[in-house]
């Protein structure tokens, strides 16, 4: 069975760093492009990141570009997201997206004063 189970969420406050993990299971991993994706309450899941296979290709959302970072271990099985200078606009559940049409269940980032 697939599986991809995201962690690292929690409170920070603004201008604050997070590191998410998304641990995969179920799957060759190293043959699938991953993502980030988020929802805040009320609106639409948006795409936040993407990293090909290798890593060698990494794409971000314009409202997070220069402040996030995607990267993967193909070794350990494992994508992740590195969050700096973070923001409110920033608070989200934050779901990991697999190629191959998984979802994680989501870690919750809040960012607030």
């Known amino acids: 069975q697939v599986h991809l189970v995201e962690s690292g969420g929690g409170l920070v406050q603004p201008g604050g760093s997070l590191r998410l993990s998304c641990a995969a299971s179920?799957?060759?991993?190293?043959?699938?492009?991953m993502s980030w994706y988020r929802q805040a309450p009320g609106k639409e899941r948006e795409l936040v990141a993407t990293?090909?296979?290798?890593?060698?290709?990494?794409t971000y959302a314009d409202s997070v570009k220069g402040r996030f970072g995607i990267s993967r271990d193909n070794v350990k099985n494992t994508v992740y997201l590195q969050m700096n200078s973070l923001k409110p606009e920033d608070t989200a559940v934050y779901y990991c997206?697999?190629?191959?049409?998984?979802w994680g269940q989501g870690t919750q980032v809040t960012v607030s004063s």
């Open positions: 997206f697999a190629a191959i049409n998984a």
């Open positions: 179920g799957f060759t991993f190293s043959r699938y492009g």
């Open positions: 990293i090909s296979t290798t890593g060698g290709s990494r």
